[in-house]
């Protein structure tokens, strides 16, 4: 089956610095990949819809500033939380669109951030 | 606007018995729903998924799912419930033209007992 890939699975940083996630779709193009958010034994919130080649389209309430989306690639999306804050603390999940054979979402095993 | 219910956020079943876990969708278009499960520590896997061909979907683990159009529902069932089954699922709905956006129901978290 469709593989995605998150790096790294978890990271614990100090308040102020920035963090970078990467996402992969390892065996697939992914010209959609999607971000989301999920806080302790709550559901997934979608964050926002990363396209290759063209900007990210945040949810509403998601700063755009503060959570950089970058999807340079067919296989690659990178969420770089800004500036992070403890309240930034979260479980970050990525997903990407099949869109050619299965048009499914495959998910990655998501990151653990921790700000101090 | 789209949104699921999940209308029971913890169910206990005993090994052996069968499971039912609830979920009602509102769409304003034809929906595509899905179940995921969400083992801890792991990704989310798609268990089985809808996209208007057979009302009754067969997923992988012997999971199914029935779509009640006229009950807007979308309830994951197996016969016999195994202790591997325990997890948080989640009911999924998305539709054509939403950009593939999924909308998350608040998950159910599934204990199976000896």
């Known amino acids: 089956g469709a593989v995605v890939s998150q790096h790294p699975s978890w990271v614990i940083c100090k308040s102020g610095t920035s963090v970078k996630i990467e996402c992969r779709s390892l065996d697939f193009q992914a010209t959609t990949m999607f971000w989301y958010r999920q806080f302790p034994k709550q559901s997934l919130m979608l964050m926002a819809t990363?396209?290759?080649?063209?900007?990210?389209?945040?949810e509403q309430g998601v700063e755009k500033d503060k959570f950089l989306i970058n999807h340079a690639s067919l296989t690659l999306s990178t969420l770089t939380v800004t500036s992070a804050h403890p309240e930034d603390s979260s479980f970050y999940i990525c997903?990407?669109?099949?869109?050619?054979?299965?048009?499914?979402?495959?998910f990655g095993p998501g990151t653990r951030l921790t700000v101090l | 606007a789209q949104s699921v219910t999940q209308l029971d956020s913890h169910v206990s079943v005993s090994e052996g018995t069968p499971v039912l876990l609830r979920c009602n969708y509102s769409?304003?278009?034809?929906?595509?729903l899905f179940w995921y499960v969400q083992h801890p520590n792991k990704g989310l896997q798609l268990l089985l998924k809808y996209t208007s061909a057979a009302t009754l979907v067969k997923g992988i683990n012997g999971f199914e799912a029935e779509f009640k159009k006229s009950e807007t529902s979308f309830h994951l069932t197996k016969p016999s419930a195994h202790m591997s089954d325990a997890a948080e699922y989640f009911c999924v709905v998305s539709y054509t033209g939403g950009g593939n956006k999924l909308t998350f129901g608040t998950g159910t978290q599934l204990k199976v007992e000896l």
């Open positions: 769409s304003s278009y034809s929906p595509s």
């Open positions: 997903s990407a669109h099949d869109r050619t054979i299965t048009d499914t979402q495959y």
């Open positions: 990363s396209n290759e080649g063209s900007k990210a389209t945040y």
